[in-house]
Antibody, heavy 124, light 110 residues
Framework: QVELQESGPGLVKPSETLSLACVVSGYPISRGYHWTWVRQPPGKGLEWMASSHPSGTTYYNPSLKSRLTISLDTSKNRFSLKMTSVTAADTAVYYC?????????????????WGQGTTVTVSS | QSVPSQPPSASGTPGQRVTISCSGSYSNIGTNTVNWYQQFPGTTPRLIIYSNNLRPSGVPIRFSGSRSGTSASLAISGLQSGDEADYYCASWDDSQKAVVFGGGTKLTVL
């Protein structure tokens, strides 16, 4: 059974770079899936941020693309997200997730496994 | 980012059937499958419908999904107080090359 666990700094100052990591257990990330980050500001909805596949395919939310870098570390079976120039608007719970985007027989599972989330507050 | 539209709220009484809509565009729901997620306050989203109308194991048959054109719907029959939660639709968008989540619907059981 695959499990995901996020880690983050908790508190980040405005204009600094936010670094998040997600450790995956129960499945080698090098084998497949799109490893994904989703965030949720307090009291608001879910926002997809980025995903990366071990093939090298990477996607970013167009509205965040200029500030994001997602990467996979297959040796540690984890993936990471960096976000530059953070502001108070980036205060949120950040979730890592697994996205099975490959469709088989017309069945497309999508984002099916989530981490517990890590809370990040941007404040001076 | 252009995202599917959901009503911000929905409500029903115990035992009733409620439907939550998700209106998108050709590049997302019109072309790709839809997932639905249930989220209770302070918890992680839970997948309840995938590929438009399939239920993961453990999800009650009371939950069903459908897609028609550029819209999708989540139906909950035999409404229970424990169904009170936020519900989100999601789909891949071919134009934006991104997953798009609907804005979410808060379901209240009266």
């Amino acid at each position: 059974q695959v499990e995901l666990q996020e880690s983050g700094p908790g508190l980040v100052k405005p204009s600094e770079t936010l670094s998040l990591a997600c450790v995956v257990s129960g499945y080698p990330i090098s084998r497949g899936y799109h490893w994904t980050w989703v965030r949720q500001p307090p009291g608001k909805g879910l926002e997809w941020m980025a995903s990366s596949h071990p093939s090298g395919t990477t996607y970013y939310n167009p509205s965040l693309k200029s500030r994001l870098t997602i990467s996979l570390d297959t040796s540690k079976n984890r993936f990471s997200l960096k976000m530059t120039s953070v502001t108070a608007a980036d205060t949120a719970v950040y979730y890592c997730a697994r996205d099975e985007r490959h469709c088989s027989g017309g069945v497309c599972p999508g984002i099916d496994v989530w981490g517990q989330g890590t809370t990040v507050t941007v404040s001076s | 980012q252009s995202v599917p539209s959901q009503p911000p709220s929905a409500s029903g009484t115990p035992g009733q059937r409620v439907t939550i809509s998700c209106s998108g565009s050709y590049s997302n729901i019109g072309t790709n499958t839809v997932n639905w997620y249930q989220q209770f306050p302070g918890t992680t989203p839970r997948l309840i419908i995938y590929s438009n109308n399939l239920r993961p194991s453990g999800v009650p048959i009371r939950f069903s999904g459908s897609r028609s054109g550029t819209s999708a719907s989540l139906a909950i029959s035999g409404l229970q107080s424990g169904d009170e939660a936020d519900y989100y639709c999601a789909s891949w968008d071919d134009s934006q090359k991104a997953v798009v989540f609907g804005g979410g619907t808060k379901l209240t059981v009266l």
